[in-house]
């Protein structure tokens, strides 16, 4: 509690549940867009596809919420995969 701005219990609780209801949210429609996902790409880009699919929601914009999913879809299947690791041989002497 010392790291939140208040000091009142249901207030940091509900901040709590707000954050890990986000990031199930977003893990959940990551997963569903892309098969292989770096949840690490996807979360540090979420102000570009996550804010707006909220926000439309908040809106009650249901046809822009049905744009903004298209746009979050592309955006993740081009920004958010997993990167090919390189191989690296490691000899012991």
């Known amino acids: 509690m010392k790291k939140f701005n208040t ?18 949210l977003k893990r959940a429609i990551a997963t569903k867009v892309v098969d292989q996902i770096s949840f690490f790409k996807a979360t540090t880009n979420a102000e570009l596809w996550f804010i707006p699919l909220i926000q439309a929601i908040a ?4 046809l822009e919420l049905k ?8 955006y993740l299947k081009k920004n958010a995969t997993l990167s090919k690791q390189k191989n690296i041989k490691v000899t012991v002497a």
Do not use: F, H, N
């Open 7 to 24: 000091q009142k219990k249901p207030i940091v609780e509900g901040l709590i549940w707000a954050s890990l209801l986000t990031l199930i």
């Open 59 to 62: 809106d009650g914009a249901y």
């Open 67 to 74: 744009e903004q999913l298209e746009w979050a879809y592309i």
